[in-house]
Nanobody, 125 residues
Framework: QVQLVESGGGSVQAGGSLRLSCAAS????????VAWFRQAPDKEREGVAT???????AYADSVKGRFTISRDNAKNILYLQMNSLKPEDTAMYYC???????????????????WGQGTQVTVSS
């Protein structure tokens, strides 16, 4: 079964850290760019970070220097290390797979066609 399953969300105070994980199965994980997106209530889904098959990465300006995306192709797992969390980081976080193989980094959600169910991150002030 082709799927993505996120875990690691939770509630933390501002300044804290969380590490999200996304387990991929049912396809050649190593051949696709993958990314993290987030969506807060009444807001559009926004790209947070992406990593391609060459380990090249890209980040939204709002998380640069605080978040780190990485992937383990041996375990088919995508990670998002989130440090110095802020209340504005509160959202549902989703991992996603690019719709085509061997593409670069992109934070456009329309470039992705496989999504996980999401994991909630709540940051209190």
């Amino acid at each position: 079964q082709v799927q993505l399953v996120e875990s690691g969300g939770g509630s933390v105070q501002a300044g804290g850290s969380l590490r999200l994980s996304c387990a991929a199965s049912g396809y050649s994980y190593w051949a696709y760019s993958v990314a993290w997106f987030r969506q807060a209530p009444d807001k559009e889904r926004e790209g947070v970070a992406t990593i391609d098959t060459t380990q090249d990465t890209a980040y939204a300006d709002s998380v640069k220097g605080r978040f780190t995306i990485s992937r383990d192709n041996a375990k088919n797992i995508l990670y998002l290390q989130m440090n110095s969390l802020k209340p504005e980081d509160t959202a549902m976080y989703y991992c996603a797979r690019h719709r085509n193989m061997w593409r670069g980094t992109t934070l456009n959600p329309y470039d992705y066609n496989l999504w996980g169910q999401g994991t909630q991150v709540t940051v209190s002030s």
